[in-house]
């Protein structure tokens, strides 16, 4: 079993920066994959980064390419998403997820454990 939560999100400006932290609890956090996804109201949740469990691999949807890091700290049992020049308009909430132990996967349904969700809302 793995608790996630979620911290960092907030108002900010087009073309701002913000740094989300998920933070675990758990044993098991360094042989699992974490992902994030996010979901903006009214629309399905969409997948955003993806992060191996040593760290040593990541994957990002084609949208935030370039402007996000995904990254981790396996002695802290903390991911995080750095993310840079957000866009206006735009409010989704992002969550982290773990899918199960090794487990490589950016599908939504094979992520078994997820926080609570922190919300970044970018203003113009």
């Known amino acids: 079993q793995v608790q996630l939560v979620e911290s960092g999100g907030g108002l900010v400006q087009a073309g701002d920066s913000l740094r989300l932290s998920c933070a675990a609890s758990g044993r098991a956090f360094s042989t699992y994959s974490m992902g994030w996804f996010r979901q903006a109201p009214g629309k399905e949740r969409d997948f955003v980064a993806l992060?191996?469990?040593?760290?040593?691999?990541?994957h990002y949807a084609d949208s935030v390419k370039g402007r996000f890091t995904i990254s981790r700290d396996n002695a802290k049992n903390t991911v995080y998403l750095q993310m840079t020049t957000l866009t206006a308009g735009y409010a989704p909430v992002y969550y982290c997820?773990?899918?199960?132990?090794?487990?490589?996967?950016?599908?939504?349904?094979?992520?078994?454990?997820w926080g609570q969700g922190t919300q970044v809302t970018v203003s113009s």
């Open positions: 992060i191996s469990w040593s760290g040593s691999n990541v």
């Open positions: 997820a773990a899918s199960s132990t090794r487990v490589w996967t950016i599908d939504l349904s094979e992520h078994y454990f």
